[in-house]
């Protein structure tokens, strides 16, 4: 008599919701937490690679984690990208030529590229799928240009938007004796075009800096000033600035543009008040000392805010003896993420990284 066959081991109905209960409430700051605990058992793997399950995490958690930061330093090959994890998540694309990163936003970076044989164009890429999109360049002014890229699915939650649709705005100034001239157009990739371009007569150049999306507007950084770009009305303006030196935008209240600077090692935080008249005027918001939050002050070390992480109300500071770190503004935490370094951009990237993904790709340090 043949011996009864066995059955693949499965916990039972209770237990694994219990499992997913508690997989539920890992962190997704660290996404190799997750993919360790793929490899424990099939069941554990069959929860976190469940698309249901998924979705659950990613509305959870609410807003996608800081994987990393992309750089440009100065004229040089692509940007790399510097992990915040304890896992080595991506690779540039494999792509040669001179690269500079523009903008980072819903799983998607921007980089404006020149490659021999392929001229100047645009590229979209997507650092968790690995894919990339050329795009050909606008009529554009030769002087200075900057750019963004955004989601274009309508009502999206932005916690997983990597497949949809999505909205490059492209952004240029022409310097003439009659003062810089700056246009905007906006490309879809639902349409593969171009659309109208607008213009003004702002003051100073753009700068090739990310933007700031609060809203249905974008920001952008011109010389001594910022370009807002109104993406329903297809119009420009530009705002002043409230005058500090190295200042960045960032959105400080529920749609409400400021500013946040460091002087005399200490972060000011200004914000826009704005009056019936349509006009307004920066008020001080917040002041606080870096010596009170940082857990290893250091002497005779210069402090310049240098990226903000949209969406939060994380900052990135270089130090110029302890290297680069975040400071959350609000519970005031801090994070070093690199090295000293002469940085003119940062862009943070903030994604969820599913496990099924990583198998295969994650690379532990």
């Known amino acids: 008599m043949a011996p009864p066959s066995r059955r693949p081991h499965s916990p039972p109905p209770l237990m694994e919701e219990l499992m997913e209960e508690i997989l539920l409430r890992v962190p997704p700051d660290e996404p190799a937490h997750l993919f360790r605990m793929a490899l424990v058992c099939k069941p554990w793997r069959r929860i976190l690679s469940n698309r249901g399950f998924l979705r659950r995490y990613r509305t959870f958690h609410r807003a996608p984690p ?25 690779s540039p694309p494999p792509l040669g030529g001179y690269w500079w990163a523009l903008d980072c936003r819903h799983g998607r970076v921007l980089i404006h590229s020149r490659q021999a044989g392929l001229g100047e164009h645009l590229v979209v890429w997507d650092p968790i799928s690995g894919d990339t999109k050329r795009i050909g360049m606008p009529p554009y002014p030769d002087t200075s240009c900057a750019g963004a890229v955004l989601c274009a699915v309508d009502g999206c939650d932005h916690l997983d938007c990597h497949d949809g649709p999505f909205l490059v705005v492209f952004v240029g100034t022409d310097s003439s004796d009659e003062g810089p001239d700056t246009c905007a157009v906006v490309y879809s990739s639902e349409t593969g075009v171009w659309g109208a371009s607008v213009s003004t007569a702002a003051g100073d150049d753009v700068e090739s800096k990310p933007s700031l999306l609060i809203g249905d507007a974008l920001y952008f950084t011109l010389q001594n000033g910022v370009l807002k770009y109104d993406l329903g009305r297809h119009e420009l303006s530009e705002i002043e600035p409230p005058g500090v030196c190295g200042s960045i935008f960032m959105e400080v209240e529920d749609g409400v543009l400021g500013f946040v600077a460091e002087s005399d090692n200490c972060i000011y935080k200004w914000l826009w008040q704005a009056d019936a008249n349509g006009t307004g005027r920066w008020e001080k918001h917040m002041v606080m000392e870096l010596e009170t939050v940082l857990p290893r002050p250091a002497r005779c070390t210069s402090y310049e805010v240098i990226a903000l992480v949209e969406g939060t109300d994380a900052i990135f500071v270089s130090g110029s003896v302890v290297g680069v770190f975040t400071l959350d503004l609000k519970s005031k935490k801090v994070n070093w993420v690199g090295k000293c370094a002469p940085y003119y951009v940062i862009l943070p990237y903030r994604s969820f990284y599913p496990p099924d993904l990583a198998m295969g790709r994650l690379s532990l340090e």
């Open 66 to 90: 800081l994987l990393g930061y992309l750089h440009n330093l100065g004229e040089g090959p692509i940007p790399p990208f510097v992990s915040t994890t304890a896992a080595s998540l991506f």
